[in-house]
């Protein structure tokens, strides 16, 4: 049975079950929280441990954590996980806003970015006995920057050279997923091994077929974020695109977090009042039933596609 790294240790692929491919646990900066009292670890940790409950309840058995190194807090997330019994599988990788240790004008090389994205998923994060089980990359409006390049090569070199898979952040009205294919291409990577993120902020198919025709998953991963679209946009999208056919190559999420430190909870909860880890399985999945997705297609979306994700393994 392959195996694949989660925060518990060594998890048998059967044991995936229903899992969230796009969420977070802590979304904050470190220079900020480790420099001011902004707010209260302990009580945080305990509301973490609430939120993966109530997700476990509903059924959902695996979260993958895609923060990128820049934000991660490793023992945070260890705590989070031991107190719920939520499956996590945590990043390695960088956001788009590349901090300037990665740049090109650090005269540092891409290889040594790659080597320490390996590390992570290799020998474990520093000493926290965590190894990473995904490699995180992102490219948002300004495109394919030169910086944001370098990471998304050395995340294609990491992958290759681990077979963990890539799992990306994009901005999809810019059909920046595409520019990032065409990177991963030129690195050698097998698209069919890559998962394209908030893929479902876009209802246009012609650019959702293309990026899944190159191989590639797409992540139809911010519901709850209905001020990116709509929630019965994204359910009509992919509505649309089972009946095409191309249910096997679309996983669900929220890009929900428990912890989110760039706004104020009051204003989050009013911008975004369900963006959270229980609105797929409340609300969303009933409502993709209603617009005529199958069982098979929902149960493909939410277990059998991430399954089969992790378990294309091995170095190339
Ligand atoms: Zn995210």
């Known amino acids: 049975m392959p195996t694949i790294n989660s925060v518990g240790g060594p998890l048998d692929t059967e044991q995936l079950g229903f899992t969230l491919m796009h969420e977070h646990i802590l979304v904050t900066s470190p220079g900020v929280r480790q420099n001011f009292p902004v707010w209260d670890r302990a009580a945080e940790v305990e509301r973490s441990i609430e939120k993966l409950k109530q997700a476990i309840a509903r059924g959902v058995r695996t979260l993958v954590d895609l923060t990128p190194t820049d934000w991660r807090d490793i023992d945070f997330v260890k705590e989070a996980v031991a107190g719920s019994g939520m499956q996590v599988i945590v990043a390695t990788g960088i956001y788009w806003e590349v901090p300037h240790y990665f740049r090109a004008q650090s005269g540092r090389s891409i290889d040594h970015i790659a080597e320490l994205f390996i590390g992570d998923i290799r020998d474990g994060i520093m000493d926290s006995g965590v190894r990473v089980g995904i490699i995180k990359c992102a490219t948002d409006e300004p495109g394919v920057t030169d910086d944001v390049e370098r990471i998304l090569r050395a995340c294609a070199k990491a992958h290759r050279a ?92 929220h890009d929900a977090a428990c912890y989110f430190d760039w706004a104020e909870s009051a204003l989050i909860q009013a911008l975004a009042p369900k963006w959270n880890f229980n609105f797929i399985p409340d609300e969303v999945i009933p409502a993709l039933r209603q617009a005529g997705v199958s069982d098979d297609h929902l149960r493909a979306m939410t277990v059998n596609n991430p399954r089969r994700i992790f378990e294309r393994q091995g170095r190339y």
């Open 162 to 253: 681990t077979g963990v898979p890539i799992s990306t952040h994009t901005h999809a009205a810019s059909q920046v997923g595409l520019k990032q294919q065409d990177v991963f291409e030129g690195e050698g990577v097998d698209l069919g091994r890559v998962i394209i993120g908030h893929s479902g902020d876009s209802e246009d198919l012609d650019y959702l077929r293309k990026l899944m025709d190159r191989g590639s998953c797409i992540g139809m991963d911010r519901f709850g974020l209905d001020l990116f679209l709509p929630t019965d946009k994204r359910v009509a999208t992919i509505a649309t695109l089972c009946e095409m056919g191309y249910a096997e190559k679309m996983v669900l999420s």
